[in-house]
């Protein structure tokens, strides 16, 4: 047996150690491992595979990053390239992939990836290479996955840099308004949030009004407390607004951002206060894995290799109720996991009093 591990899509903390766990289980069971790197680019090349082996692996679970690399805008199915004209197109190439894995003898693949990496697995599966899934990205919205790899260190980050936020947020008496990653999603946004104490935490699936975040800042202030700290998801929108999109590059999803300065010129128009903003962008996907970051990641990469040596294929490997599991690709495709509106998490912040925007 020949497997090759890919790691597409933004880089999360704790994939070095998937690559890790996969890569030595693998090979305890005599079986001969290869990387793909950046992305699914090095397919694409005169060395589409590297050999990874015990060296190769060793001490890598604490770091963060990949070893492989990665890309995103390394979708075979959508694969840019530039014209003559010096505009860009893509095109499709995954029959070359599929070569690639018969003429290296590479029998299945392991997917460490977001939802767009899924979809793409779950597309390579239907063309008829074996494949199994580990789900992995900061944005924590894998679909029937309660955590991927890569938010526990994102949140710890984002909750960190909060905190020292707070704390010149209160001897200047500002508005200070934070900008935290997530996609179309409020995890990373809600979760720092709540544990950094943050007056108000905006998150997409509540669309926000400008009013209700200035009545807490107000209603702050009648207290004695002269600041408040705004987390905003880069996904959130106001009612009736839209989304903040600073552009969309072909092969590429869209890129979010700016929702910050955005709250940081209105709220201070608004109240009268001083305020300042701040994006955590690529911070949040840095850094050491967490140590939970490391386990999921070294059970995921391990679950993953068990799956195929059990004869299942296509799958996903989810974490439900601190269980490993299964489950069909073709279900987690095309899905996403928002936070849910009647979770304990949003009653609790809207019982301790964090304004949500509605
Ligand atoms: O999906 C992970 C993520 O970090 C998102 O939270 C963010 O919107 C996006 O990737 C940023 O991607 P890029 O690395 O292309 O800027």
């Excluded at 890569?23 to 590297?50: C, H, K």
């Excluded at 692996?57 to 003559?84: D, S």
């Excluded at 710890?156 to 704390?167: G, L």
């Excluded at 509106?341 to 009653?347: E, K, N």
Aim: aromatic share 6%; with cysteine.
């Amino acid at each position: 047996m020949k497997i090759a591990i890919n790691t597409g899509g933004g880089d999360a903390p704790g994939l070095n150690a998937a690559i890790r766990s996969a890569t030595l289980s693998a090979l305890r069971m005599g079986w001969e491992v290869v990387g793909i790197q950046n992305g699914y680019g090095s397919l694409y090349t005169d060395e589409p595979f590297i050999p990874l082996t015990r060296e190769r692996v060793r001490g890598i679970t604490m770091l963060g990053g990949t070893i492989l690399g990665t890309a995103n805008r390394g979708n075979p199915f959508e694969m840019p390239y530039k014209k003559q004209d010096g505009t860009w197109d893509a095109e499709d190439r995954s029959d070359e992939l599929v070569d690639v894995f018969r003429r290296y003898g590479v029998d299945a693949l392991v997917a460490i990836g977001g939802d767009g990496s899924m979809r793409i697995a779950n597309r390579i599966a239907k063309k008829g290479v074996k494949v199994v899934g580990v789900p992995k990205t900061i944005d924590n919205d894998i679909w029937a996955c309660d955590i991927s790899l890569g938010f526990d260190t994102a949140v710890t980050t984002a909750t960190d840099a909060i905190d020292k936020i707070a704390t010149t947020a209160q001897s200047h008496r500002r508005i200070m308004v934070v900008e935290v990653m997530g996609r179309y999603a409020g995890w990373i946004a809600l979760h720092s949030g709540l544990s950094a104490s943050a007056d108000a935490i905006l998150i997409p699936e509540i669309e926000f009004s400008l009013e209700s975040i200035v009545d807490k800042i107000f209603e702050r202030e009648a207290k004695g407390e002269k600041y408040s700290i705004i987390v905003v998801a880069e996904g959130a929108v106001e009612v009736g607004g839209s989304r903040f999109v600073k552009g969309k590059k072909i092969g590429q999803s869209e890129q979010l951002g700016g929702i910050a300065e955005y709250l940081e010129s209105e709220l201070s128009e608004r109240t009268g206060k001083e305020s300042r903003s701040l994006v955590l962008g690529h911070l949040q996907r840095g850094g050491v894995p967490s140590a939970y970051d490391r386990l999921i990641s070294l059970r995921f990469g391990a679950a993953a290799v068990r799956v195929l040596d059990e004869g299942q294929v296509n799958k996903m490997i989810v974490m439900q109720q601190s269980t490993i599991r299964a489950i069909p690709l073709e279900e987690v495709a095309d899905k996403m996991k928002l936070v849910p509106l009647d979770s304990d998490t949003i009653a609790t912040a809207r019982e301790i009093g964090i304004c949500l925007g509605d």
